[in-house]
């Protein structure tokens, strides 16, 4: 539930909330007697108070974000630098940042941009200057703890860098705990369960809800695992689309005998959106032409062009949306195809349903195995679980859905469709600190 400000227009705010998102990122509001609800912060985008987190240099002196972001990056015939999944860099201590053309640009700096763009439309949309903020966080942007601290230390330089000199965190599913609390509980107490699939973490928490305020104390456990969506489109890439770009050859450097197949660090690459760049690098791009000249298979040259092309004109953000899409698909559907057509590249391809649970095997049980880590880590046995509360596109997987109904129960399970749900909790929590 929000608070709406006076119709007066006095009522201003003084801190802001932030879901910063692998995906999307949405900001609303509050102060001490009002929650605001979440700002247009991209006119362009269907619905105005999600503003995807994607960056577009057509050089090192412009950026664009959000749809204007893709708009320009077609309008440029797609050159330049499209950046996304920028939040999944943030504990990955190797990698520091990126060049924009000749300019450097460390991680902070990236996800200062959206952040700073943000802050800036939501000042001009109030009218005011607020220099405080709450920032959701993963449960777990790591499974080591000091990478975990390492990602939010650069989260908060990020948040600095874009104007803001208070920050607080808390973290995304106990935000959205907090916005479930609001608009579910009725009457006793309960013990609830939030699964927050997001697109590079999922999260879980275990707590408490009744009639009395929400505190940080009836949160029991939370766990996390930096692994969700994007994780689950990477194993479909690399099941099903990897083949087209490259990743099957074999071949046979100069004067040696044994026949040898792409490293599999080259693959991890090209199955991670937030990291495919990475191939444009001078010394991997340079073994990729030496692999073609050497390689053996009839097709492997045309593949491997194919992957120059995909990496080249910067098409990985488009391949992406095509098997995120196959995914969705996926949840309503026994058999998808995968079509990408662009000069230079054909992929036609498909997915089954138990195709993709196979391939995706390995991450869904580690997210599950996540969860159960978490419930156990409560002292609450599953049976015990009054209601389930899951969000993100991920919980719509029926591999994952009937795994979370089994331990649980169906009847205690609810969809929180809400994309505003963790927003809204930060602004609840941000309205404790204003």
């Known amino acids: 539930m929000i608070n709406e400000p006076r119709a007066d227009g006095q009522d201003k705010p003084t801190i802001y909330a932030i879901d910063f998102g692998t995906s999307n990122s949405l900001l609303a509001a509050a102060n001490k007697s009002a929650v605001f609800p979440p700002v247009p912060l991209d006119a362009a985008a269907e619905d105005p108070t999600i503003m995807r987190s994607i960056l577009y240099f057509p050089s090192a002196k412009e950026c664009f974000v959000g749809q204007e972001a893709l708009t320009k990056y077609v309008e440029h015939g797609l050159e330049g630098r499209l950046l996304r999944s920028l939040k999944r860099h943030l504990p990955a201590r190797g990698f520091r940042g990126t060049y924009i053309d000749d300019r450097p640009m460390l991680v902070e700096d990236l996800v200062a941009v959206p952040l700073r763009e943000m802050r800036k439309r939501a000042n001009a949309h109030f009218g005011v200057d607020v220099k405080r903020a709450v920032l959701g966080r993963p449960a777990r942007f790591s499974s080591e703890d000091a990478d975990d601290d390492f990602a939010e230390r650069r989260l908060r330089s990020a948040a600095e860098r874009a104007g803001f000199e208070e920050v607080h965190f808390l973290p995304e599913p106990v935000a959205a705990a907090q916005e479930f609390r609001q608009a579910f509980t009725r009457g006793d107490e309960h013990t609830v369960v939030v699964c927050d699939f997001g697109g590079g973490t999922s999260d879980f928490t275990v707590l408490r809800m009744g009639k009395k305020a929400f505190h940080r104390d009836d949160v029991l456990a939370i766990g996390g695992v930096p692994l969700a969506g994007d ?168 591999r994952i859905a009937s795994e979370i109904a089994a331990r649980f129960g169906r009847d205690r399970m609810r969809d929180f469709e809400n994309f505003h749900s963790v927003v809204q909790g930060l602004a609840h929590h941000a309205q404790t600190l204003a």
Not at 231 to 248: C, P, T, Y
Not at 269 to 285: E, G, N, Y
Request: contains cysteine.
């Open 231 to 398: 994780a689950l489109d990477a194993s479909i890439m690399r099941k099903h689309v990897a083949k087209h770009f490259g990743a099957e050859v074999s071949y046979r450097v100069p004067l040696g005998n044994n026949v040898l197949t792409m490293p599999k660090h080259v693959i991890e690459q090209l199955c991670s959106p937030a990291h495919l760049s990475i191939l444009r690098r001078p010394d991997i791009a340079e073994f990729l032409r030496n692999v073609r000249s050497w390689s053996l298979g009839g097709d492997d040259q045309e593949k491997l062009d194919q992957l120059t092309t995909l990496v080249d004109d910067a098409l990985g953000f488009q391949l992406f949306e095509v098997i995120e899409g196959a995914k969705k698909a996926l949840s309503k559907r026994d058999e998808v195809p995968i079509d990408f057509s662009y000069p230079d590249i054909e992929v036609h391809d498909h997915v089954t349903r138990p195709g993709f649970e196979t391939s995706a095997e390995r991450a869904m049980e580690t997210i599950l195995e996540c969860l159960d880590q978490t419930v156990a880590a409560s002292g609450i046995a599953p049976g015990d679980v009054d209601l389930v509360c899951c969000t993100g596109g991920t919980a719509k997987v029926p």
